[in-house]
């Protein structure tokens, strides 16, 4: 078992120790963190971790007997190397109007059945544009005869002709681009904490009804008689990653702790998190801050004098220290009319 320190110097950082790894899954336990923290990671790791899959498919011949919709689906469902996503734009970040080779990967297939029997078509016919230097948006073949995921099946002159658009996205957009097939997360596996009811028949043993997880050897049961700790919190948590197939275990975790970096630095921005130089009086801070204040008491943006109205002259607001506002005595509409608010409608 392996340790690692999330952070280096003190011993008091988060720690990761990996129990077991490989191509399709990774074990290890959090620890010396909080269930919030340990929480964010399991759901980052499931929603926000972007990968590459099929989001437009265009069909040019479909004479098989699954229609247009249903291959679509299927074909989203195809997991696509995502190693190297980062090589590609988010399709709303691009400055393309709909897709490019800087935010998108093309991928033909072309399919005709021209014998008695049957045809089937598998995600290793679909042909990826040579655009890209890497691997990206490559369907991802682990069977053992290279053929990859079952798309349709084809007659004698049934055809399959179509272009299809991968593109890259995370899973709280669609479930296709989930880089996971299971995130297992557990902890206080001996329910020390009574965080979980376990409930049971009367004649069942409890110790049948709910049997103990591996993680339980990791842990020391409670002892008989032990008092109940109501201050006690949960500082080590068991995660399972296993991937979908687009990218490795290990790479899932890393890129979702980038992801929750990203956010994390993004709110502090939001918030306007001061730096100890920047305080009030020391000039220099261009952070979020609340509205001037008005010699007249008003907190406003817009100074002592109002504003004009877009809609037709507008007029004094209260907004610039007091007076008639347009919803007093009217305004003039684009329509050619005039409304008013104190009784009348439209005139």
Same mark, same amino acid.
């Given at each position: 078992?392996d340790?690692?320190?999330?952070?280096?110097?003190?011993?008091?950082?988060p720690?990761?120790?990996?129990?077991?790894?490989?191509?399709?899954?990774?074990?290890f336990?959090?620890s010396?963190?909080?269930?919030s923290?340990?929480?964010?990671i399991?759901?980052i790791?499931q929603?926000?971790? !972007?990968?590459?899959?099929?989001?437009?498919?265009?069909?040019?011949v479909n004479s098989?007997?699954?229609?247009?919709?249903f291959?679509?689906?299927?074909?989203?469902?195809?997991p696509?190397?995502?190693s190297?996503?980062n090589e590609?734009?988010f399709?709303?970040?691009?400055?393309?109007?709909? *897709?490019?080779?800087?935010?998108?990967?093309?991928?033909?297939l072309?399919?005709?059945?021209?014998?008695?029997?049957?045809m089937k078509? *598998?995600?290793s016919?679909?042909v990826?544009?040579g655009?890209?230097?890497s691997?990206?948006?490559?369907?991802?073949?682990?069977?053992p005869?290279?053929?990859g995921?079952?798309?349709?099946?084809?007659?004698?002159d049934?055809?399959?002709?179509l272009?299809?658009i991968?593109?890259?996205?995370?899973?709280?957009?669609?479930s296709?681009?989930?880089?996971?097939?299971?995130?297992g997360?557990? #902890?206080? =596996?001996?329910?020390?904490?009574?965080?979980?009811?376990?409930?049971?028949?009367?004649?069942?043993d409890?110790?049948?009804?709910?049997?103990?997880?591996? #993680?339980?050897?990791?842990?020391? =049961? =409670?002892q008989?008689?032990?008092p109940?700790? #109501?201050?006690?919190t949960?500082?080590?948590?068991?995660?399972e990653v296993?991937?979908a197939?687009?990218?490795?275990?290990?790479?899932?975790?890393?890129? $979702?702790?980038?992801?929750?970096?990203?956010?994390l $630095?993004?709110?502090?921005?939001?918030l306007?998190?001061?730096?100890?130089?920047?305080?009030?009086?020391?000039g220099g801070?261009?952070? =979020?801050?609340? !509205?001037?204040?008005?010699m007249?008491?008003?907190t406003? !943006?817009?100074?002592?004098?109002?504003?004009?109205?877009? #809609?037709?002259?507008g007029?004094?607001?209260?907004?610039? $220290?007091?007076?008639?506002?347009s919803?007093?005595?009217?305004?003039?509409?684009? *329509?050619?009319?005039?409304?008013?608010y104190q009784?009348?409608?439209?005139?």
């Amino acid at each position: 078992m392996d340790d690692y320190d999330m952070m280096d110097g003190a011993g008091d950082q988060p720690q990761v120790k990996i129990s077991g790894a490989d191509s399709t899954r990774v074990e290890f336990q959090l620890s010396k963190t909080n269930l919030s923290f340990a929480n964010s990671i399991r759901r980052i790791i499931q929603a926000e971790v !972007p990968t590459i899959a099929i989001d437009l498919v265009e069909v040019e011949v479909n004479s098989s007997v699954l229609a247009d919709e249903f291959i679509a689906h299927r074909l989203g469902l195809i997991p696509l190397d995502s190693s190297t996503a980062n090589e590609l734009n988010f399709t709303r970040d691009c400055d393309c109007e709909q *897709y490019c080779e800087q935010c998108s990967v093309t991928l033909t297939l072309n399919a005709k059945c021209q014998s008695d029997e049957i045809m089937k078509v *598998y995600a290793s016919d679909l042909v990826v544009d040579g655009r890209h230097s890497s691997n990206v948006g490559k369907p991802v073949i682990t069977d053992p005869d290279g053929l990859g995921c079952l798309i349709a099946k084809l007659r004698r002159d049934q055809e399959l002709r179509l272009t299809c658009i991968a593109k890259k996205g995370i899973a709280k957009e669609h479930s296709k681009w989930m880089p996971t097939s299971a995130v297992g997360f557990e #902890y206080d =596996p001996h329910n020390k904490l009574a965080h979980t009811d376990l409930w049971f028949e009367n004649d069942t043993d409890p110790a049948v009804e709910w049997p103990k997880s591996k #993680y339980a050897d990791w842990e020391d =049961p =409670p002892q008989e008689g032990e008092p109940f700790d #109501y201050d006690a919190t949960p500082n080590k948590f068991y995660f399972e990653v296993e991937t979908a197939g687009g990218m490795q275990p290990n790479q899932i975790v890393m890129s $979702g702790i980038d992801a929750l970096i990203w956010k994390l $630095g993004g709110l502090l921005v939001g918030l306007g998190v001061r730096e100890p130089e920047k305080e009030a009086g020391a000039g220099g801070y261009d952070g =979020p801050r609340s !509205p001037d204040m008005n010699m007249d008491g008003g907190t406003t !943006p817009w100074g002592q004098d109002g504003y004009q109205s877009a #809609y037709g002259g507008g007029g004094q607001t209260a907004y610039g $220290g007091g007076g008639m506002t347009s919803y007093g005595g009217g305004y003039q509409t684009a *329509y050619g009319g005039r409304t008013d608010y104190q009784g009348s409608s439209w005139q």
